[in-house]
């Protein structure tokens, strides 16, 4: 028998969403596809760690803009079919908004920059996912002045979360997040115990077809 004929490189081709192959998830968790995602949860503080007062819970939703930047057969060990850790990066861009319901303050709005790992199995429905990021808020909670928990209007917020994606087309998926979020001013105001929270989220992501493809090849 022959043997097969390698491309010229000697390495596989990266999947696209025009590649011939049935594994959905792998047509569309693939290098520079983009994404649009809408998250909605809430997050309870204090949660056991740091801070224990005072309470400071809020309803936060979520809107982010990722985009893929490498496909999970494109680099390292992980490359291999059979790894557990195969998968790939995303870097995403989120707003948020949140209307805090207890104790103080009454909503705050920002900005966030994330980097996720989506966790791909050739043949899987579910892609599991961790992340983590920073950003900054701007929130009128600094306005009570009987707590030491918030003291600025603008307020940094360092966090971690991970999640579950779930296939429902070749274009999305509904999405369920466990998260930890950190708020605090970094000591630019006199005021800055901080809060640690953590809570869930769930939503929904669409995936556009890659804009970068032409012909159905990078």
């Known amino acids: 028998m022959p043997k097969e004929v390698l491309s010229s490189t000697n390495a596989p081709a990266r999947l696209s969403p025009m590649s011939d192959t049935d594994?959905?998830?792998?047509?569309?968790?693939?290098?520079?596809?983009?994404?649009?995602?809408?998250?909605?949860?809430?997050?309870?503080?204090?949660?056991?760690?740091?801070?224990?007062?005072?309470?400071?819970?809020?309803?936060?939703?979520?809107?982010?803009?990722g985009w893929m930047l490498d496909s999970p057969n494109s680099w390292g060990p992980c490359a291999d079919l059979d790894s557990p850790l195969r998968g790939n990066f995303e870097a995403i861009f989120e707003t948020t908004g949140s209307y805090i319901w207890h104790s103080f303050g009454t909503y705050m709005v920002g900005i966030t920059g994330l980097v996720r790992y989506n966790f791909v199995q050739p043949g899987w429905i579910v892609v599991p996912y961790v992340q983590g990021g920073a950003g900054i808020v701007y929130t009128n909670a600094r306005n009570w002045s009987n707590q030491d928990a918030i003291g600025g209007n603008w307020e940094f917020t360092p966090q971690f979360s991970?999640?579950?994606?779930?296939?429902?087309?070749?274009?999305?998926?509904?999405?369920?997040?466990?998260?930890?979020?950190?708020?605090s001013n970094a000591n630019t105001s006199a005021r800055n115990e901080g809060v640690n929270a953590y809570g869930g989220f769930a939503g929904f992501t669409y995936y556009f077809d890659d804009l970068w493809l032409q012909d159905g090849r990078h």
């Open 162 to 183: 991970g999640g579950l994606k779930f296939l429902i087309t070749d274009n999305f998926t509904f999405n369920i997040e466990g998260a930890f979020q950190h708020i």
């Open 23 to 65: 594994d959905a998830v792998s047509k569309i968790f693939v290098e520079d596809r983009i994404t649009l995602e809408f998250m909605a949860g809430a997050m309870f503080s204090p949660c056991g760690l740091g801070p224990t007062a005072p309470v400071f819970n809020y309803q936060q939703n979520n809107i982010r803009l």
